[in-house]
């Protein structure tokens, strides 16, 4: 079946530093990619939708300056949480629309951890 | 964010029960999702449901499209312990923006 790939899956940095999740559709091409994060023991919370070729569209509350959305091609969309601080730690989701078929897949999940 | 309510918030149950969980909403969705996660994971999809009144089963699970289409429920018929884990329902919108529930944490015991 249609897999979503995401790397890293997990991740340690330090305060202060930038760190990119990449997301991959690995056997289809995505059109809309979105971005979800989830805290310990609670439900996943939509951050932006990502769209091929252009600007993504951040949900209410989200930082855009923060976290920074770049959809460069059909299969993969990237994720940079900037200056990470310990309150970004969280678990990150993305999930791809297939351009074919418009079936929705989850990738694995990237946990981030910001000492 | 928003978020759907879902209920139960947590079940403790022993094998061979069924379960039940349901969510609700104040907005329409046009489509009904089940996911089940384990963790540190993605959701994987259950079911999805497209029509209000729609009743779907896969194997042990059934769910059903509220009439409203404010609301969904999902049934486990006979659990075994591998169906521990976290359900979130999900309302669609257009574009294939997915709103969540709050979570059903399942606790199946031998």
Redesign the interface.
């Known amino acids: 079946g249609a897999v979503?790939s995401?790397h890293p899956s997990r991740v340690i940095c330090k305060s202060g530093t930038s760190v990119k999740i990449e997301c991959r559709s690995l056997d289809f091409q995505a059109t809309?990619m979105?971005w979800?994060r989830q805290f310990p023991?609670?439900?996943?919370?939509?951050m932006a939708?990502s769209n091929e070729g252009s600007k993504a569209t951040y949900?209410?509350?989200v930082e855009k300056d923060k976290f920074l959305i770049n959809h460069a091609s059909l299969t993969l969309s990237t994720l940079t949480v900037t200056s990470a601080h310990p309150e970004d730690s969280s678990?990150y989701?993305c999930?791809a629309?297939s351009q074919n078929t418009?079936e929705?897949f989850?990738?694995?999940?990237s946990?981030l951890t910001v000492l | 964010g928003q978020q759907l309510n879902q209920s139960p918030q947590s079940m403790f149950i022993q094998e061979g029960e069924d379960v039940s969980m349901n969510c609700t909403s104040s907005s329409i969705f046009n489509t009904w999702l089940w996911y089940k996660q384990d963790p540190g994971e993605g959701p994987v999809l259950l079911i999805a449901l497209y029509k209000a009144g729609e009743l779907t089963s896969n194997g042990r699970l059934t769910a059903q499209f509220g009439i409203t289409r404010k609301d969904s429920f999902l049934n486990i018929s006979a659990s075994i312990p591998s169906d521990v884990g976290i359900y979130f329902c999900a309302g669609q919108l257009r574009t294939d923006k997915l709103i969540f529930g709050t979570g059903t944490r399942l606790q199946v015991f031998p």
């Open positions: 979503v995401q809309t979105f979800y023991k609670q439900s996943l919370m939509l939708t949900e209410q509350g678990f989701i999930s629309t418009g929705l989850f990738g694995e999940g946990r």
